[in-house]
């Protein structure tokens, strides 16, 4: 919903499996997947529709979501650093925004025991996973 106008406006065609319950606060870990689906329609390419894929797999006791896009990508070399407090590797003019947001979802992540990283290559898009331990059931 928080990203509806955003959707619309790019015109971004979204595919999504069916998700786990996993263990973490709702409010933040909804901060975690609005921020990274946020990323994927602002890192687009302007001549290419957005393609937005999340799913799930499992991986022992953790549950790995990925939210994949089509966007521009970036070298494969920065995937730790984009993680860090005020790091970007844009300049702001090309691409509004503080630097704070992908350091503040790592956090999230790790207070639930959790883990986040992100696969990618220049031109062909950027895969983020996101693995947290599967929610009690009950």
């Known amino acids: 919903t928080d990203l509806n106008a955003a959707l619309l406006d790019t015109g971004a065609e979204v595919s999504m499996e069916p998700l786990p319950g996993v263990v973490g606060d709702e409010n933040q870990l909804g901060h975690v997947f609005l921020n990274l689906l946020s ?8 001549e290419v529709r957005p393609g937005l894929r999340i799913g799930a797999r499992r991986e022992a006791d953790f549950w790995v979501v990925s939210v994949a896009d089509n966007g521009i990508g970036f070298d ?20 509004p925004g503080t630097g704070l947001g992908l350091a503040i979802c790592k956090r999230i992540v790790e207070r639930y025991g ?11 898009g950027s895969t983020f996973f996101v693995a947290l331990r599967e929610a009690p059931h009950g």
């Open 39 to 46: 990323n994927s329609l602002k890192y687009r390419k302007l």
């Open 76 to 95: 494969p070399e920065f995937a730790e650093r984009i993680f860090g407090l005020f790091k970007r590797l844009h300049r702001h003019d090309e691409y």
């Open 114 to 124: 959790g883990r986040i990283w992100a696969e990618s290559s220049p031109g062909v």
